[in-house]
T-cell receptor, first 114, second 108 residues
């Protein structure tokens, strides 16, 4: 079964305490990405990765880091979280197969930074 | 730049039709459509690649007019399960930018 998993699903933390949200996919997809979703602002892309060791900034990368050491994993790192990073985060995994385009989102991680 | 969706919200009775529009100030090369139900992750519906292309997902179809830099999503004979927020997404390079969403409520 095609699956994108994220952990943790919920996290309450304090300003400045480093955290990592993990994302893993079981479909051998090349392209993975992170989004944040905020009321009134919709979904915004944070970072994306075209393949292992290839990452690039999306529209709102400030305050975030990513790495892609293995194809299946794409963790999102907040080195020094701030309250404005309180949001709902989604990881997504994408591939083109011939004429077919597949994209799956993880279940989301609700982060609160106090 | 974020594509603009209209309307922002629509209420339908089961069996009625609706159209959601997505327009961009930039040239469009592809348009993605998603549906997100409350408390859930977005679900990819379809991608349109060429001007004039139309696609379908159940009774949900879409068209893409690259000259007008817009795409439309058609909800035909709506079902209760069509309720949710619909987003369009446009690609620039390898980045994906989403519209603000259209809330759809289908009532019995």
């Amino acid at each position: 079964e095609a699956q994108v998993t994220q952990n943790p699903r919920y996290l309450i933390t304090v300003t400045g305490k480093k955290l990592t949200v993990t994302c893993s996919q079981n479909m051998n997809h090349e392209y993975m990405s992170w989004y944040r979703q905020d009321p009134g602002l919709g979904l915004r892309q944070i970072y994306y990765s075209m393949n292992v060791e290839v990452t690039d900034k999306g529209d709102v990368p400030e305050g975030y880091k990513v790495s892609r050491k293995e194809k299946r994993n794409f963790p999102l790192i907040l080195e020094s979280p701030s309250p404005n990073q309180t949001s709902l985060y989604f990881c997504a995994s994408t591939t083109w197969t011939g004429n077919s385009y597949e994209q799956y989102f993880g279940p989301g991680t609700r982060l609160t930074v106090t | 730049q974020q594509p603009v969706q209209s309307p922002q919200a629509v209420i339908l009775r089961e069996g009625e039709d609706a159209v959601i529009n997505c327009s961009s100030s930039k040239a469009l090369y592809s348009v993605h459509w998603y549906r997100q139900k409350h408390g859930e992750a977005p679900v990819f519906l379809m991608i349109l690649l060429k001007g004039g292309e139309q696609k379908g997902h159940d009774k949900i179809s879409a068209s893409f007019n690259e000259k007008k830099q817009q795409s439309s999503l058609y909800l035909t004979a709506s079902q209760l399960s069509y309720s949710g927020t619909y987003f369009c997404g446009t690609e620039e390079g390898n980045k994906l930018t989403f519209g603000g969403g259209t809330r759809v409520l289908v009532k019995p």
